[in-house]
């Protein structure tokens, strides 16, 4: 049963759902409750109205039989005219009425007569007052009796009460009733469709401006296969305000997803140019070398060119490696205390061999003794690539200025060297783009354009801000921020 389990699962996780049906049934949900609290309420006024009026008309019909009664000498006197009371007469549809006096029958209607045995209903009640109560009728029809204990006119005053109990049936009224809840339940089923018509009309007219945005995302992606690349989503003649936020997120995303790809093209162009170079070279010296085996000027220095050439293939293939290294998620950043001026001094040892002079030329400002929580890869790398591009970039014998200082958010990291050929803002934008090179002619054998690009990977890595300024037309300061961090490596002020 688990793999049972687990596919019944999975379907349902794979379940769509629909806003349209959604929308049409929880608004039908609650409409219809709300129509079915409105229909019953009413249902149920209407119900105890017709009954109060059944049975206001038997205590009239009852009042009438008491005003035909009098009292004269103390003998009770009935004044019946039948031809005003046809139903206690006529058997088809017969009503029923009974007097007593001091619990004795004292009149009966001549409905009663085929019912010579039976009696009907007598309470105790209250001498003035009327009581209506569901009974069953003498021939055995459902009905409702209207009891009544009253003093009628005398002639001397005299006070004689009698009791009378009128039957009338319910049929009618329950026919009625049944009529009534028959229209109530119609009408209530017939709100409930019209409801439902004109919801799914109106969800139907206002999802039309995502169906809208579906075509034109269809008609894009068209485009864009038919090679007929569409600057944006067009605007609508009619926006919408719910719709147009989605749009423009997608235009966003379609323009930075096209920065993207473009990249991504010159990217791998500019690899293939960086790594086709030395391989023509290479090949380019080989055939020569084939051509002219007895040549001693190129025998003599034919290994170590193709020494010299692959160690520069594999200088470019080592930092590609470490570019896609520091943009990967998976990099494994472990933050742990560092001394500062000790990794000033170690990094500045390291790059002695390439600047013998960097003694001289580099000026470290470390004011900051407190250990820095950090990734000593990640600061290792972020500071070998900067002294590097600030050293062999600056003019020669110009001073490199680094700075380490700490600031209310944590720590800045600043270097700062002078340039020999000036930047503009657009080239100053592009530092940090992979293989990114000044020098247009692309003829340099030691630098790729790699490195500040591994330091803007680093710096996103590790939540660092960089920056670039020109304090100065012919001078470039690189500036980065470092939020101070807990030991579990979160900061404690956020970056800004």
């Not at 009954?51 to 009292?71: C, D, G, H, R």
């Not at 009728?137 to 009253?150: C, D, E, K, T």
Request: aromatic share 8%; hydrophobic share 40%; net charge negative.
């Amino acid at each position: 049963m688990t793999w049972f389990t687990s596919l019944r699962a999975r379907l349902k996780s794979r379940s769509t759902v629909s806003i349209q049906k959604n929308l049409v049934n929880s608004v039908s949900l609650v409409v219809g409750t709300i129509l079915f609290i409105v229909f019953l309420t009413v249902d149920l006024w209407l119900d105890g109205w017709v009954e109060s009026q059944f049975e206001q008309s038997m205590i009239n019909k009852a009042n009438y039989l008491k005003s035909q009664v009098t009292i004269v000498d103390g003998q009770v006197v009935f004044d019946l005219d039948y031809d005003f009371l046809p139903q206690y007469q006529n058997q088809d549809d017969p009503h029923f009425f009974q007097f007593w006096r001091d619990g004795h029958s004292i009149q009966r209607s001549a409905t009663l007569s085929a019912y010579p045995e039976q009696e009907l209903v007598k309470e105790e009640i209250p001498l003035g007052t009327d009581k209506v109560v569901s009974v069953t009728m003498p021939n055995g029809n459902l009905g409702r009796a209207s009891i009544s204990y009253f003093s009628p006119k005398s002639n001397t005053n005299t006070l004689i009460p009698l009791s009378l109990t009128i039957y009338e049936s319910a049929q009618g009224l329950n026919r009625l009733l049944w009529i009534v809840d028959g229209l109530l339940i119609g009408c209530f089923l017939l709100a409930i469709v019209v409801m439902r018509f004109i919801t799914v009309h109106l969800i139907l007219r206002g999802l039309q401006p995502l169906e809208q945005l579906n075509e034109d995302l269809k008609n894009f992606r068209q485009q864009e296969q038919g090679h007929q690349q569409a600057a944006q989503f067009a605007e609508p003649v009619k926006t919408v305000e719910e719709i147009e936020p989605i749009r423009r997120e997608i235009n966003a995303f379609i323009q930075s997803n096209r920065a993207l790809i473009q990249n991504e093209k010159r990217l791998s162009g500019d690899i293939a140019h960086e790594l086709k170079t030395p391989l023509a070279e290479m090949i380019a010296l080989s055939e020569v070398y084939l051509r002219f085996p007895q040549d001693e000027r190129i025998s003599k220095t034919y290994s170590q060119d193709m020494l010299n050439i692959s160690k520069r293939m594999k200088k470019i293939v080592e930092n590609l490696l470490l570019l896609q290294r520091t943009s990967s998620a998976a990099l494994n950043v472990s933050l742990e205390p560092l001394a500062m001026c000790h990794l000033f001094a170690q990094v500045k040892q390291d790059l002695a061999f390439k600047y013998p002079d960097i003694e001289q030329r580099l000026q470290v400002k470390c004011e900051e003794t407190e250990p820095c929580l950090a990734d000593r890869f990640s600061l290792e790398t972020i500071l070998t690539n900067l002294i590097d591009n600030a050293m062999y970039y600056s003019p020669d014998g110009s001073e490199v200025e680094m700075q380490w200082v700490r600031t209310a958010q944590g720590y800045q990291l600043a270097v700062t060297n002078h340039l020999n050929h000036g930047m503009t803002p657009a080239e100053l934008q592009h530092l940090t783009r992979p293989l990114f090179q000044l020098d247009a002619s692309r003829t340099s054998n030691e630098r790729f354009g790699l490195g500040l690009s591994i330091i803007e990977n680093l710096c996103r890595q590790n939540a660092y801000a960089l920056q670039f300024t020109q304090s100065q037309p012919m001078a470039l300061t690189v500036s980065i921020r470092i939020p101070k961090r807990m030991p579990e490596g979160l900061p404690l002020v956020p970056e800004v």
